[in-house]
Structure formats: C-alpha cells, structure tokens
C-alpha cells in the first residue's frame, strides 16, 4: 500500500482479474473487448493479458484491444496532454506526475465536487502526500481538455485496432 486508502493489487492477480472479466465478456456474446487502463504500473498487465488471450482466442472470433493511447496522452511526459499544458505556460515541475495539475485539473472536470480544494498544495514529501507537481493551478478548463484528447486518441486506436483486428 504506498498511500493511506490506497488498494494494492500485485501485477499477477491484477493480470487474473482483468483475463477473468474479459474471459466473461466472452461468455456474454463480446466479440471485441477493450482494455483501456488509467494507471501506469498497469499497462504492462493489461497488454500480456490482451497478447494471451488473442493467442488463445485466435480461431474463435473473439479479440481483445488493448488501447494504451487513453492512459499515454494524458500522463506521459511526451504525451499530447502534458505538451499541451506546456503550451499553455505550464511548468513540468507544477505539471507533476501524480495528483498534480493534470490529475486534478481532469478529476475537476467530470466532477468538480471530487477536489478536496482546501487540500490542495503544491507536492511537498511524496511519501507522505503522494502530491508531485502543483494541484493548485489546476482547472476544469483543462481538465476538460485533458479528457477530451484522451477520448479522441482512444477512440481513434480503438477504430484502427478493430480495422487490422479483422
């Protein structure tokens, strides 16, 4: 657990619940089942458990997507988003990591109750806070950007996935 009401999930039993989810969207009639995950430690497990389960479901007409591009543009150093926001004047230092100006400018737009505005500090001992970067100069403005870019790019891997999936 790295953060008070933090959950930890190890990568193998993370693996085991996304393959059983997508094993029961299989069950269900899904033909094409999309992972998308918005964690980075995360990424790994869901692209092996996509690669297995296309091994295994070859002939059976069922694919697995795996979309990294959601989690990619909108947190990655070299992601559209953070370039975006280093546009617009931001600095990677207030930009951060975690829980920083991208985090909680998008967690302000789709539901500006879920800010905590009276906690909000610039990252101080990541241990403690966890904070990395400058949550204070978030907006809803740019986190309704943010989220957008994120959509635009996985729903344009998604149709490309499905075109050469097929």
Do not use: C
Request: avoid cysteine; glycine fraction near 12%.
């Amino acid at each position: 657990m790295a953060f008070p009401g933090t959950i930890t999930l190890p990568e193998e039993h993370f693996k085991k619940v996304v393959e059983w989810a997508a094993r029961s969207f299989r069950k269900a009639g899904f033909k094409d089942i999309i992972l998308i995950g918005d964690s980075g430690p995360n990424q790994k497990g869901l692209e092996a458990v996509a690669k297995a389960l296309n091994l295994e479901w070859v002939t059976k007409g069922v694919r697995v997507h795996y979309i990294p591009d959601y989690y990619y543009v909108g947190y990655d150093e070299k992601g559209g988003f953070v370039r975006w926001l280093e546009s617009a004047g931001e600095k990677p230092v207030d930009i951060g990591r975690h829980a920083g100006i991208a985090d909680t400018s998008q967690l302000m737009a789709v539901d500006p109750a879920l800010v905590r505005n009276d906690k909000l500090a610039p990252g101080g001992n990541w241990d403690i806070t966890g904070v990395s970067g400058n949550p204070t100069r978030a907006t809803e403005a740019y986190g309704k950007r943010g989220l957008d870019m994120r959509v635009d790019a996985a729903v344009a891997q998604i149709r490309t996935s499905m075109r050469m999936g097929r």
